[in-house]
């Protein structure tokens, strides 16, 4: 944990909070008495102890700016969900769809790790390893076609918008100067026809080798290749 997250409950005045559970466990092993807090949505700084649980807050810093990236993730296996909420909290992704596609099994969308609870506990697991406070935005779309033709145009306006895709003539660029909406599909990619629903809305198929990666490590190389 680099950050203890924050939230309204903590507080007991507008600039002390009382912790417990798992927080308290782990800063009691950590074993300072300074520690680097966030509350959620707002600023960091540092929480100093002063009673057993209560710590005294000093917030001096703005959280780290977010990426200019909008996610468009086909729904991934449950147990590999966790790791990809989290890893792109981390990354600062701000803004993530989970959608179906026609090589996402039906079981995933009954997944109890697919619940709000669920999410938001691997978000805030995510902001605490990155030092960052903004809750991102996780939305799930279970109809492709909709999803694709009513709501995708508009999300992507004003960006680069990109699929990738195995076996794209693209390469997918670097160092990208502008946002960008990026769409990822499940692991064995998307079908034809759900490529060409994204291509008609003015995505771009783009690649990045020969090798098929895992949904989690293609989207950390993705990211790391664009900005």
């Avoid at 707002?42 to 102890?49: A, E, M």
């Avoid at 697919?114 to 799930?140: F, H, K, W, Y």
């Avoid at 492709?144 to 004003?158: G, T, Y």
């Avoid at 690649?207 to 664009?226: D, K, Q, W, Y």
Wanted: charged share 25%.
């Amino acid at each position: 944990m680099n950050l203890v997250l924050l939230f309204p409950d903590d507080f007991i005045t507008a600039t002390r909070v009382r912790l417990s559970g798992r927080r308290l466990e782990e800063i009691a092993r950590i074993g300072s008495d300074a520690v680097r807090v966030g509350v959620v949505n707002g600023r960091c700084g540092t929480g100093k102890v002063v009673a057993p649980g209560e710590f005294e807050l000093l917030l001096d810093s703005d959280p780290p700016p977010p990426l200019a990236l909008t996610l468009v993730l086909a729904l991934p296996r449950p147990k590999v969900l966790n790791r990809v909420i989290a890893g792109t909290t981390s990354m600062g992704i701000k803004r993530i769809f989970l959608i179906n596609a026609w090589r996402v099994e039906k079981s995933y969308w009954e997944s109890p790790r697919l619940s709000d609870d669920n999410i938001r506990a691997q978000c805030i697991l995510g902001l605490e390893q990155a030092r960052d406070t903004v809750m991102p935005v996780v939305e799930r779309r279970r109809l492709f076609r909709p999803f694709v033709e009513d709501e995708l145009p508009a999300i992507a306006k004003n960006s680069m918008a990109l699929v990738a895709h195995p076996g794209a003539s693209s390469q997918c660029p670097r160092d990208v100067k502008q946002a960008v909406t990026l769409v990822v599909g499940p692991e064995g990619g998307f079908i034809a026809e759900e490529i060409a629903s994204l291509q008609k809305i003015g995505f771009r198929a783009v690649s990045f080798g020969p090798r098929i990666l895992r949904v989690e490590t293609a989207v950390a190389a993705l990211v790391a290749r664009l900005f």
